[in-house]
T-cell receptor
Framework: SQQGEEDPQALSIQEGENATMNCSYKTSINNLQWYRQNSGRGLVHLILIRSNEREKHSGRLRVTLDTSKKSSSLLITASRAADTASYFCATDFKAAGNKLTFGGGTRVLVKP | DTEVTQTPKHLVMGMTNKKSLKCEQHMGHRAMYWYKQKAKKPPELMFVYSYEKLSINESVPSRFSPECPNSSLLNLHLHALQPEDSALYLC???????????FGQGTRLTVV
């Protein structure tokens, strides 16, 4: 499968702590994106990192990309209860057209 | 308007029924997607339309029939579904040069 694999599958932390999740993929990408999903409803785009970028920040989010290892990480700093959700990486593989493929996801629980 | 609207939100149908899921966006996006998501799993790509033409069909059974009548609308026609087709069906749209995808809230389908 070309899909990204994510770890951990689930993460439980206290409010204020940082949450880190990782994503690995198998083939060359155009870009890698991270999405959040609350309670099995629609996905919300968080951040996109292009294949020629190594790190990107957006608010409390920090994403890294290592194309040599075909991996990415998402760090959420100073987590809040409202960050409780499932987080998915999604890859747009080269030569695959508009094919946005999702990894397995990490379920994050932030305890107040 | 950065919204993708899906109707209905919930649908219960029998295995002999014919129903349709609808999706609408007014962001000028010329790529639209259908995804299927089972509980605690990532979204799985079903179909991609680019400039109102079907560009990707991920070997989806013919009981699912997509239609893109114009650049703002995407339909998914359902016929003779099986109970295992019960899932959350997500519609998304993006620029054709894929960057951020915008998702609707989904239709939760139950086949009885």
């Amino acid at each position: 499968s070309q899909q990204g694999e994510e770890d951990p599958q689930a993460l439980s932390i206290q409010e204020g702590e940082n949450a880190t999740m990782n994503c690995s993929y198998k083939t060359s990408i155009n870009n890698l994106q991270w999405y959040r999903q609350n309670s099995g409803r629609g996905l919300v785009h968080l951040i996109l990192i292009r294949s020629n970028e190594r790190e990107k920040h957006s608010g409390r989010l920090r994403v890294t990309l290592d194309t040599s290892k075909k991996s990415s990480s998402l760090l959420i700093t100073a987590s809040r209860a409202a960050d409780t959700a499932s987080y998915f990486c999604a890859t747009d593989f080269k030569a695959a057209g508009n094919k946005l493929t999702f990894g397995g996801g990490t379920r994050v629980l932030v305890k107040p | 308007d950065t919204e993708v609207t899906q109707t209905p939100k919930h649908l219960v149908m029998g295995m002999t029924n014919k129903k349709s899921l609808k999706c609408e966006q007014h962001m000028g996006h010329r790529a639209m997607y259908w995804y299927k998501q089972k509980a605690k799993k990532p979204p799985e790509l079903m179909f991609v339309y680019s400039y109102e033409k079907l560009s990707i069909n991920e070997s989806v059974p013919s009981r699912f029939s997509p239609e893109c009548p114009n650049s703002s609308l995407l339909n998914l026609h359902l016929h003779a579904l099986q109970p295992e087709d019960s899932a959350l069906y997500l519609c998304a749209s993006s620029q054709v040069r894929l960057t951020e995808a915008f998702f609707g809230q989904g239709t939760r389908l139950t086949v009885v």
